[in-house]
Nanobody, 127 residues
């Protein structure tokens, strides 16, 4: 079993940055795909970025590309999402997700159903 705990959300003004963290604990996550998703009120949960066991394996959604950076510290079992130049449309609850034992398959890894474990979410509000 894997537990994921997100932190770093909060309020930001248009153009400001925020950095989210996701700490994983429990079962080994040596080989896995980790993703960040977000959900705005009334909208479906959407993929923002994901990273594989290798930091060369990274994907960004169109909305995140060029502004957000996903990274990881495997020694700390932590995945980060640096969000720069935030916009009002980035507002939502951000979730960390883990797919143990899976590689980040293109397209498939964009779907929430690909992931087994989820954090509780952290609110990001941009105004």
């Amino acid at each position: 079993h894997v537990q994921l705990v997100e932190s770093g959300g909060g309020s930001a003004k248009d153009g400001e940055p925020l950095r989210l963290s996701c700490v994983a604990s429990g079962s080994s996550l040596t080989n896995r795909c980790m993703g960040w998703f977000r959900q705005a009120p009334g909208n479906e949960r959407e993929a923002v970025a994901r990273i594989g066991s290798s930091s060369d394996d990274i994907y960004y959604s169109v909305a995140a590309r060029g502004r957000f950076t996903i990274s990881q510290d495997t020694n700390r079992n932590t995945v980060y999402l640096q969000m720069n130049a935030l916009k009002a449309e980035d507002t939502g609850v951000y979730y960390c997700a883990a797919a143990p034992g899976k590689t980040c398959a293109p397209f498939v890894a964009r779907s929430p159903s690909f992931y087994t474990y989820w954090g509780q979410g952290t609110q990001v509000t941009v105004s």
